[in-house]
């Protein structure tokens, strides 16, 4: 018989004379009830269960040991016989390899999986620089349709396109003829202040000790990543979040956009190659090396300054597409756009990029560093608490610590506004200016919008000749446009404005030119009308404001001119007073003083009046007792 079952019934029989076997009080110690349970099953059942217990302990054993042993044994393997890689989420890699996941095949027949809008990280740095519009095209399509997805579903490119990525836990595919193994799971940072989402970590192994087909797969991943940008500019822009850590700043990723060509650049023809070679120049790494053998920083700068929508911010988008570039927007006017979040942001900027300040001339830093006469003047060029100042921009653009390898371009619509040291040679080297449209620049808009394409042609009109006579036509029909436009009245904007109405007909356009001319006129004048009207009331406003405030200073300076007279009577009228009260207290005392002399006189009188009586009486006494006769 089984040692346990007899220790079992040894333990029954023993525990019902009274006295339990030490196996059976073990059980009781580790289980209690264990003696009751077994028993009322037992008698109701009429079966004897501990001729199973031992089976139940032993399959808990081995359950425990097979982990204990399974762990120790892969924990072994996976040291010595396999290499792996990990990734956390707070590094751009977690969006890289992720991306990467998403376009392969396993992860659309896996029956385990998380499906999300955006596979991008959720930490708070590299979430926040993810723009949604990356995930749009025809590659989503394609996944898609490869997920089994029918074509209409497939063929909705909204913004909010489901990505398929393996759910936490250990997945096996194939890659490159070789079994990889993909794991996800969640780090245990209990004391992590990100939410659960951001405790995440990714690990993909392989067989062998060589990770050269991991470093492959890396590669594929990172130029897979790197693949949503061809052709592409992004934009970023200066954003900060408050928090109770204090300001973070950083770049978020707004959008990208397709590169912009140089020629939709409505410029004169040696302007836009003036830039491009200036910057084409500077952007050759030999030039860096030049700059660093001289001891010259490595900086460029330039300014556009013009009437708005005359194409300062289209020749920077089309500056950045030509030379591949990003963009890096700052807006000087906002509420955190402080020295310190400023200094960070340009800390951060990586090298060939550029720095695109915007409006420079409403960001408050127009007043000059020179000392105004007007102490009011002087007052308003004061940077509020907290604010950007002229001087901590300057030394931010080209300080010690200034970063290099950027290009800076300013924009402005009123260029005398500017303080001279921000635009002195050095920090901007090149001034760039814009001028509303003239003849040429109207034609050269005319045929930048109707212009044939390739892919907008029927296929009658795609033959050369009838390609070229529809060529000719444009030309004629952009050369009578720019005839009718009125030079330096417009700006390029407001004539694209008027050719985007008129997209599907040129002729259209060119015969809506001269009601376009009258009525943009009549809405210029009232726009000036307006705004005159709008500049008077302000103006009088603020000289009631200074009307009611000065006669709120007079009444106040009256009142407080009243007060002190009123003031200074009271305390002359207390003096005079205290005065009174001191003659009137001197002349009690002396009269005071004057009855008691006369007391003491009276009294020395009345002593002398005695004494003489005295000796009067004296001398009479004498002379009787002397016997002579009184006459």
């Given amino acids: 018989m089984d040692p346990l079952l007899q220790a079992s019934d040894d333990g029954l029989n023993n525990s019902n004379n009274g006295i339990p076997s030490p196996q059976f009080a073990l059980l009781n110690y580790f289980f209690p009830g264990y003696s009751v349970l077994i028993s009322t099953l037992n008698t109701s059942l009429g079966a004897d269960f501990n001729q199973y217990v031992p089976y139940v302990i032993t399959a808990v054993a081995v359950v425990f040991s097979w982990r204990y042993v399974y762990d120790t044994v892969m924990g072994y393997v996976e040291g010595s016989f396999m290499s792996s890689f990990t990734v956390q989420t707070d590094d751009e890699t977690y969006n890289i390899l992720m991306w990467w996941m998403t376009r392969q095949p396993f992860c659309h027949k896996t029956r385990n999986f998380v499906v999300n809008t955006s596979v991008y990280s959720r930490s708070d740095y590299l979430y926040r620089s993810h723009d949604d519009s990356d995930d749009e095209g025809d590659e989503d399509d394609a996944s898609a349709l490869a997920a089994g997805e029918d074509a209409s579903s497939a063929s909705n490119r909204g913004k909010h396109v489901l990505h398929y990525t393996p759910s936490a836990g250990t997945h096996w595919f194939w890659y490159k003829g070789q079994p990889l193994r993909f794991s996800r799971q969640q780090t245990k940072d209990k004391i992590s202040l990100r939410n659960p989402s951001e405790q995440e970590e990714l690990c993909v192994s392989c067989l062998g000790r060589n990770p050269a087909i991991l470093k492959e797969l890396l590669a594929d991943a990172r130029l897979l990543y790197l693949q949503k940008d061809d052709r592409k500019t992004v934009i970023y822009r200066a954003t900060s979040s408050v928090s109770s850590y204090g300001t973070d700043s950083y770049w978020q990723r707004c959008m990208s956009r397709p590169n912009r060509d140089f020629s939709t650049v409505i410029l004169p023809e040696k302007v836009k190659k003036d830039i491009i070679a200036d910057a084409g120049d500077y952007l050759d790494p030999a030039t860096r090396r030049w700059y660093a053998n001289r001891g010259i920083p490595y900086r460029r700068g330039y300014l556009l300054y013009g009437?708005?929508?005359?194409?300062?911010?289209?020749?920077?988008?089309?500056?950045?597409?030509?030379?591949?570039?990003?963009?890096?927007?700052?807006?000087?006017?906002?509420?955190?756009?402080?020295?310190?979040?400023?200094?960070?942001?340009?800390?951060?900027?990586?090298?060939?990029?550029?720095?695109?300040?915007?409006?420079i001339d409403t960001a408050g830093l127009s007043q000059t560093r020179e000392k105004k006469e007007d102490d009011d003047s002087s007052d308003n060029n004061t940077p509020a608490q907290g604010q950007l100042s002229l001087s901590a921009l300057l030394n931010i653009l080209d300080g010690v610590a200034a970063q290099e390898g950027r290009v800076l371009i300013m924009t402005t619509n009123h260029l005398e506004s500017l303080d001279k040291a921000l635009i002195r040679p050095g920090r901007v080297d090149m001034i760039v200016q814009f001028q509303l449209a003239d003849a040429d620049m109207s034609e050269s808009i005319f045929k930048a919008i109707y212009m044939p394409f390739d892919g907008e042609l029927s296929d009658a009109a795609k033959t050369d000749k009838a390609k070229q006579k529809l060529v000719d036509e444009v030309a004629v029909l952009a050369?009578?446009?720019?005839?009718?436009?009125?030079?330096?009245?417009?700006?390029?904007?407001?004539?694209?404005?008027?050719?985007?109405?008129?997209?599907?007909?040129?002729?259209?356009?060119?015969?809506?030119v001269e009601a376009w001319v009258v009525q943009m006129r009549a809405d210029k004048k009232d726009t000036a009308e307006r705004e005159k009207k709008e500049k008077e009331e302000k103006e009088r406003k603020e000289k009631e404001e200074k009307e009611k405030k000065e006669k709120e200073n007079t009444e106040n300076t009256e009142t407080e001119k009243q007060e002190k007279e009123k003031k200074k009577k009271d305390e002359e009228d207390k003096d005079e007073g205290e005065k009174k009260e001191k003659k009137v207290a001197a002349d009690n005392e002396k009269r005071e003083g004057g009855e008691e002399k006369k007391k003491e006189e009276d009294q020395v009188a009345a002593d002398a009046s005695k004494d003489a009586n005295r000796h009067k009486k004296s001398e009479s006494r004498t002379s009787s007792d002397s016997g002579y006769a009184t006459p």
């Avoid at 194409?311 to 756009?337: C, D, E, H, N, Q």
């Fill in 479 to 512: 050369k009578e446009f720019g005839r009718r436009i009125p030079e330096g009245e417009f700006s390029p904007a407001e004539i694209q404005g008027l050719l985007l109405r008129h997209k599907r007909s040129s002729q259209a356009a060119v015969d809506a």
């Fill in 307 to 359: 009437p708005p929508g005359t194409g300062k911010s289209s020749l920077s988008v089309a500056l950045a597409g030509y030379f591949r570039m990003k963009i890096y927007i700052v807006s000087l006017s906002s509420l955190t756009a402080t020295e310190e979040n400023l200094a960070s942001l340009f800390a951060d900027l990586p090298t060939n990029c550029i720095v695109l300040l915007e409006d």
